[in-house]
C-alpha cells in the first residue's frame, strides 16, 4: 500500500514523515514490537520532534489509525476502480490487490488495518474506535460498489451485510494465509466469495424474468 500522501496543512512535512514511517513499520514488524528508536533512526529525527507532535506511543497510534483513514480511498479503494468499471468486479480487483500484497510479502504481514486489531489493547478505547472506523469506511466504499450492481444482485440482499462479508472474507483469507505461509486459503476464501456473487446473480436474473409481463399471443 503505497503511504506517499502529500501533507495537506503548511509546516506539517516533519509530522507527515513520522506517520508514514511509523504507518509501515506496525504493518511490517506489529505495533508492539516497534520501539520508538526504530522510528526515529527510519525518520532521521530526535525525539523532540517526534513528541513534538505525539506525546506518547499511543498518541501516534491514534495518528497512525486517523492517516490510515486517509489513505483509503488513494491507497486501497481508487486503484480497485481504475482497473474495471464493472461494480462487481471492482469488489475482485479489490482481493487482487490484497493477494498481490501477500504474494511480495511472502504472506508475512497482512493488513495492517487488520493486524492492529489484533495487536491493540482492549481498553485503548480510542485506537479501537479508529480501527472500527477503518473497517466501516471500507464497508462502506464496498457498499457503493455493490449498490451501483443494482438490479444484478436480488433485492432482497442486504448489501451493507453483504460489504461486511467480503471484509470478513478477506481478513480471514489472510489470516489464513500467513498462518500456513502460503495463498491456498486466500485464494480458496476469494473462489467460494465469487461463487456466491455468482449464485446472488443467477438468483437476480430469475428474479427479473419473473417480474417481466408476459407477451400476448
Same mark, same amino acid.
Given at each position: 500500500?503505497?503511504?506517499?500522501?502529500?501533507?495537506?496543512?503548511?509546516?506539517?512535512?516533519?509530522?507527515?514523515?513520522?506517520?508514514?514511517?511509523?504507518?509501515?513499520?506496525?504493518?511490517?514488524?506489529?505495533?508492539?514490537?516497534?520501539?520508538?528508536?526504530?522510528?526515529?533512526?527510519?525518520?532521521?529525527?530526535?525525539?523532540?520532534?517526534?513528541?513534538?507532535?505525539?506525546?506518547?506511543?499511543?498518541?501516534?497510534?491514534?495518528?497512525?489509525?486517523?492517516?490510515?483513514?486517509?489513505?483509503?480511498?488513494?491507497?486501497?479503494?481508487?486503484?480497485?476502480?481504475?482497473?474495471?468499471?464493472?461494480?462487481?468486479?471492482?469488489?475482485?480487483?479489490?482481493?487482487?490487490?490484497?493477494?498481490? !500484497?501477500?504474494?511480495?510479502?511472502?504472506?508475512?504481514? $497482512?493488513?495492517?488495518? $487488520?493486524?492492529?486489531?489484533?495487536?491493540?489493547?482492549?481498553?485503548?478505547?480510542?485506537?479501537?474506535?479508529?480501527?472500527?472506523?477503518?473497517?466501516?469506511?471500507?464497508?462502506?466504499?464496498?457498499?457503493?460498489?455493490?449498490?451501483?450492481?443494482?438490479?444484478?444482485?436480488?433485492?432482497?440482499?442486504?448489501?451493507?451485510?453483504?460489504?461486511?462479508?467480503?471484509?470478513?472474507?478477506?481478513? !480471514? $483469507?489472510?489470516?489464513?494465509?500467513?498462518?500456513?505461509?502460503?495463498?491456498?486459503?486466500?485464494?480458496?476464501?476469494?473462489?467460494?466469495?465469487?461463487?456466491?456473487?455468482?449464485?446472488?446473480?443467477?438468483?437476480?436474473?430469475?428474479?427479473?424474468?419473473?417480474?417481466?409481463?408476459?407477451?400476448?399471443?
Amino acid at each position: 500500500m503505497a503511504t506517499d500522501i502529500p501533507p495537506t496543512v503548511p509546516g506539517q512535512e516533519t509530522r507527515q514523515r513520522i506517520l508514514q514511517a511509523a504507518f509501515q513499520l506496525f504493518h511490517e514488524q506489529g505495533y508492539n514490537a516497534t520501539g520508538v528508536a526504530t522510528i526515529l533512526r527510519e525518520t532521521n529525527l530526535n525525539a523532540g520532534s517526534l513528541y513534538h507532535f505525539f506525546p506518547s506511543k499511543d498518541a501516534l497510534l491514534v495518528g497512525v489509525l486517523e492517516f490510515a483513514l486517509v489513505l483509503l480511498r488513494p491507497a486501497v479503494m481508487d486503484p480497485a476502480e481504475r482497473r474495471t468499471d464493472d461494480p462487481i468486479d471492482r469488489v475482485f480487483a479489490l482481493m487482487q490487490q490484497y493477494r498481490d !500484497g501477500m504474494q511480495t510479502t511472502g504472506c508475512k504481514m $497482512g493488513c495492517p488495518i $487488520g493486524n492492529l486489531a489484533l495487536e491493540v489493547a482492549d481498553d485503548n478505547a480510542q485506537a479501537r474506535q479508529l480501527i472500527q472506523r477503518n473497517f466501516e469506511n471500507w464497508k462502506l466504499a464496498v457498499k457503493k460498489w455493490l449498490d451501483d450492481a443494482g438490479p444484478r444482485l436480488p433485492r432482497s440482499v442486504d448489501r451493507a451485510k453483504l460489504a461486511g462479508f467480503v471484509l470478513t472474507v478477506m481478513e !480471514g $483469507g489472510i489470516m489464513q494465509a500467513r498462518a500456513a505461509g502460503n495463498l491456498t486459503p486466500f485464494d480458496d476464501s476469494v473462489a467460494q466469495l465469487r461463487s456466491y456473487f455468482s449464485a446472488l446473480e443467477k438468483v437476480a436474473q430469475l428474479e427479473s424474468k419473473k417480474r417481466k409481463p408476459l407477451k400476448r399471443r
